[in-house]
């Protein structure tokens, strides 16, 4: 094996499962997360040469799979894209507890441009200034978005918190 080869393998095996969990989380499949971490991996490979500093070699991938799940969304049909008509995420390597498939419910139900900067931060680890770079908006942009994905959550998880804020 060459070293571009060699390196290349090595990133992608470093970052496989986190890709495959962000993947999860933007479409909530784990055939099409599978298939989207495959395609993000093949299309990273035909590109290699545009990556100039291996120390974005992460955020580099995170970026194309998230160019994969528009292409993918692009070209299903609209009938499939409803929420209510994915299957139930159920694989040996979930967390099967109540508590786990109602948190994986509430993030289901958060807005796409809510969901996608959390799992960036708490599943991919990214900075808000990183997550900027990924979607193409600031930071400030991102932070507000993560504000509202938790007060969303929070929302969702706990209806009564709302009115328990600012009473003694």
């Avoid at 799979?65 to 209510?84: I, N, T, V």
């Avoid at 996608?116 to 599943?123: G, K, R, S, W, Y």
């Avoid at 600031?138 to 969702?156: D, H, I």
Wanted: glycine share 4%.
């Amino acid at each position: 094996m060459d070293t571009k080869e060699q390196r290349f393998v090595s990133l992608v095996n470093s970052l496989s499962r986190e890709l495959y969990y962000y993947a999860l989380g933007l479409c909530r499949s784990p055939h099409q997360a599978e298939d989207l971490v495959q395609e993000t991996c093949l299309r990273a490979w035909r590109s290699i040469e545009q990556l100039q500093d291996e120390k974005a070699a992460r955020a580099w991938l995170y970026t194309i799979l998230r160019r994969e799940h528009a292409r993918l969304y692009q070209r299903q049909r609209p009938e499939s894209r409803d929420p209510a008509r994915l299957p139930e995420i159920a694989d040996q390597g979930y967390d099967t507890s109540t508590e786990a498939q109602v948190l994986r419910q509430a993030l289901a139900g958060l807005q796409q441009d809510y969901r996608e900067p959390l799992i960036l931060q708490v599943i991919g680890g990214f900075s808000c200034d990183e997550i900027g770079k990924i979607l193409g908006i600031s930071a400030s942009a991102v932070m507000t978005r993560l504000y509202r994905a938790r007060k969303c959550l929070r929302q969702t998880l706990d209806p009564q918190q709302e009115s328990k804020v600012g009473k003694p």
